[in-house]
């Protein structure tokens, strides 16, 4: 992730603080997002897939580990 310098003046240097958008093209085993995720808490992250059911049971899998339910519209 290439966070510009205004974005991080703007949360103090502090790249955790930083609210980037992200774009990742290829879900893969989901592992690359939530290392995203983790390392950018605060980011708002789009994942786009050819294949729509892999991307829900990843998504449903990393919900269930954080003990959250998936959404209805899923």
């Known amino acids: ?4 310098e205004r974005l991080l003046a703007s949360v103090g240097n502090d790249p955790r603080k930083a609210d980037p958008h992200v774009l990742v093209v290829g879900l893969g085993s989901g592992v690359g997002v939530a290392g995203l995720a ?17 991307v829900r049971q990843v998504v449903c899998n990393g919900l269930c580990l954080l003990g959250v339910s998936a959404p209805e519209a899923m």
């Open 38 to 54: 983790y390392h950018f808490p605060q980011a708002s992250i789009t994942v786009v897939d050819v294949d729509g059911d892999g």
């Open 1 to 4: 992730v290439l966070l510009n």
